[in-house]
């Protein structure tokens, strides 16, 4: 069922939240670890450029896994060259790598190539996962041509699993640290409604979950990389102000949203995704944690009472 033995591991993307995570992670389970990057400057490290579509194929002989979580940021108002970059560097960075993949003599035995839950798109209250159709939006594109970009690794024989992350919480880095300034000054409160439905993953969780995706042979194509307890958006906003000890009152309403960051608003902050982890939790997945206040609470180092108590915190 599992991998056994240590693995050489490729990893893209290594300079990002995720990735500088599992880069240590993976050499602390006996992997070795080599990064592809566009600036490659040392030992470990092998250059390519997908906007060139520039890779040397000899230099991925020999990987037993690649983790390739690449991808521009979303997190800003999506202007035509915007929304160019975040669609090419997940498509055609994807599609560069995949069919470096397949022509090689000795292929990896398995790509994790990471998508989103951004595929389901604005969903109101319907329930998802895995075997949900995708969504619209532009999101949800980039989705769906991302992981369509992988085909080439699959048809090869290379076991292909697509986690689709949602957000991910850690306080450095990632959509969370942007959210802390103004909770912590008590100005955070629910966006828009407060009714949408906001997937999540503790980074830790995120970690044992690529981690179980390297080794578990079982599982392949789409697995949904999200915390079973999805809460709403009022609920998330009012459980952040909650750990941090601050109001969490003041409510954003949708329109200025939709002004400051125009599509961007709707398409990501807006959005409704109700996704389970259906395929972890059939795998017998277990989440360190499962809910969101303790999520928070680990991601930024605050205990509960009863916790600090047991320590002997003031």
Do not use: K
Not at 34 to 41: E, K, S
Not at 100 to 110: N, S, Y
Not at 188 to 208: E, F, H, V
Not at 276 to 301: I, K, N, Y
């Amino acid at each position: 069922m599992g991998v056994s033995g240590p693995l050489r591991v490729l990893v893209t993307g290594a300079r990002g939240l995720v990735g500088r995570a599992l880069v240590p992670v993976l050499r602390a389970r006996g992997h070795s670890v080599a990064v592809l990057t566009r600036h490659a400057a040392g030992p470990g490290e092998i250059p390519w450029d997908p906007a060139r579509g520039a890779l040397e194929a000899a230099a991925l002989e020999g990987f037993g896994a690649v983790v390739h979580l690449a991808g521009e940021p979303i997190g800003a108002r999506w202007t035509a060259a915007r929304r160019f970059s975040i669609l090419e560097s997940r498509s055609g960075g994807t599609r560069l790598l995949a069919t470096t993949l397949a022509r090689l003599e000795g292929p990896p035995r398995v790509l994790i190539s990471a998508s989103a839950v951004g595929w389901y798109g604005d969903r109101g209250e319907e329930a998802l996962d895995e075997t949900s159709p995708p969504g619209t939006g532009f999101l949800s594109e980039v989705c769906r041509a991302w992981e369509e970009a992988a085909v080439p690794a699959s048809a090869a024989g290379i076991r292909v699993v697509h986690p689709r992350i949602a957000m991910v919480l850690a306080s450095r880095g990632g959509a969370l640290e942007r959210m802390l300034p103004p909770f912590r000054l008590g100005l955070g409160g629910p966006l828009g409604g407060g009714r949408a439905w906001w997937s999540w993953i503790a980074l830790d969780d995120l970690l044992s979950v690529l981690l179980r995706l390297l080794e578990d042979e079982r599982l392949s194509g789409p697995v949904n990389a999200v915390a079973p307890g999805v809460a709403r958006n009022g609920d998330f906003a009012r459980t952040l102000g909650r750990v941090l000890g601050r109001p969490a009152l003041l409510p954003v309403p949708a329109f200025a949203l939709r002004a400051l960051l125009g599509e961007m608003a709707g398409g990501a902050l807006l959005a409704s995704a109700r996704v389970s982890p259906a395929r972890l939790t059939a795998a017998g997945h277990v989440f360190r944690f499962p809910d969101l206040e303790g999520a928070l609470r680990q991601a930024l180092g605050r205990a509960t009472r009863g916790e600090a108590g047991a320590r002997g915190s003031p």
